[in-house]
């Protein structure tokens, strides 16, 4: 049980277009789902919470209006990149939290922006 | 000071052996406690989860917690070379819902 998903795992584009990451949810509903990003030889760094229904809470020195979030289903969390840019390649991670405080983690998505 | 501290090592110990993973963390009010691995180039997996006092055993792995010194370890008993990975704490922000996690402790098991 508590299997998270993530489509695709790897993306490879050019400068300036916008990527969409699925983070899915498959044997458990999620009411919070949550979007890391990971840098090589670093530790997690949580980029916003996105809940159900609502909009996402980003964190401190995250743009919105580039990292745009939506949890449209209780399984279902996407995040666009918005006109990538090289500094954008990255590994993100979502991650799905249960009824309780565990959160499960999806396999990632491998950003390459040329 | 930061959140929830880990020793980087990275920590090396034999095949056989028992690792022993320490983690501290400032927010008294934190109820619930996790510990993560990540393999290199993967994402981070749950192993444990503790949120009472005590000891929590699950196969080779048991948790420690201890509140009141605000310390968490993870003990690895006859350790692998499977087990060579990034161990990451993770402590439960109680009004957020986030984790808040530690730097990660790289553990590196020796045949």
């Known amino acids: 049980g508590a299997v998270v998903s993530q489509h695709p795992s790897w993306v490879i584009c050019k400068s300036g277009t916008s990527v969409k990451i699925e983070c899915r949810s498959l044997?458990?509903?999620?009411?919070?789902m949550f979007w890391y990003r990971q840098f090589p030889k670093q530790s997690l760094m949580l980029m916003a919470t996105s809940n159900e229904g609502s909009k996402a809470t980003y964190e401190q020195g995250v743009e919105k209006d580039k990292f745009l979030i939506n949890h449209a289903s209780l399984t279902l969390s996407t995040l666009t990149v918005t006109s990538a840019h090289p500094e954008d390649s990255s590994f993100y991670i979502c991650?799905?939290?249960?009824?309780?405080?565990?959160?499960?983690f999806g396999p990632g998505t491998r950003l390459l922006v040329l | 000071q930061k959140e929830v501290e880990q020793n980087s090592g990275p920590l090396s110990v034999p095949e056989g052996a028992i690792a022993s993973l320490n983690c501290t963390y400032s927010?008294?009010?934190?109820?619930?406690f996790f510990w993560y691995r990540q393999y290199s180039g993967k994402s981070p997996e749950l192993i444990m989860f503790?949120?009472?006092?005590g000891d929590k055993e699950d196969g080779r792995f048991t948790a420690q917690l201890n509140k009141a010194s605000q310390y968490v370890s993870l003990l690895i008993r006859d350790s692998q070379p499977s087990d060579s990975a990034t161990y990451l704490c993770a402590v439960n922000s109680g009004n957020t819902g986030k984790l808040i996690f530690g730097q990660g402790t790289t553990l590196q098991v020796k045949p």
């Open positions: 503790i949120y009472s006092n």
């Open positions: 991650s799905a939290r249960d009824r309780g405080t565990t959160q499960y």
């Open positions: 044997d458990f509903q999620a009411t919070t």
């Open positions: 927010d008294r009010g934190s109820q619930s």
